[in-house]
C-alpha cells in the first residue's frame, strides 16, 4: 500500500467524520449547500478507494486536494456553505 493511498483514505474520513458531525446551531437550512454537502459524503470514499488507476503525479495532486479540502472543512467547522461563498457572483 501507498503513501498516496493511506493519505487519501485518511483524508476522506476526515471529510466525512467533519461533514457528519456538522451542527446547523439555528443556521438557516439551504437545500443546495446540502445537495453539495451529501455529494462531498458520498464522493470521497468512492473516489478514496475505487479511484481509477492513474499515473502516480495525479494519484499525488488527488491526495493534496483531499487534504486542503480537509483543512478547509476543519476550519469552517464543516459548514460547506463557507466553502462556497467565495464562488458565488456579487
Do not use: C, D, K
Request: proline fraction near 7%; glycine fraction near 6%; charged fraction near 10%.
Amino acid at each position: 500500500m501507498s503513501i498516496t493511498y493511506i493519505i487519501t483514505i485518511t483524508a476522506a474520513l476526515v471529510i466525512v467524520a467533519r461533514l457528519i458531525t456538522y451542527r446547523r446551531q439555528g443556521g438557516r437550512y439551504r437545500p443546495g449547500v446540502s445537495f453539495a454537502a451529501w455529494l462531498i459524503i458520498v464522493a470521497m470514499p468512492v473516489a478514496a478507494v475505487y479511484g481509477p488507476p492513474v499515473p502516480e503525479l495525479a494519484r499525488w495532486l488527488i491526495a493534496a486536494a483531499m487534504v486542503v479540502l480537509a483543512i478547509a472543512l476543519i476550519r469552517t467547522g464543516g459548514n460547506v456553505a463557507h466553502l462556497i461563498r467565495p464562488l458565488r457572483r456579487q
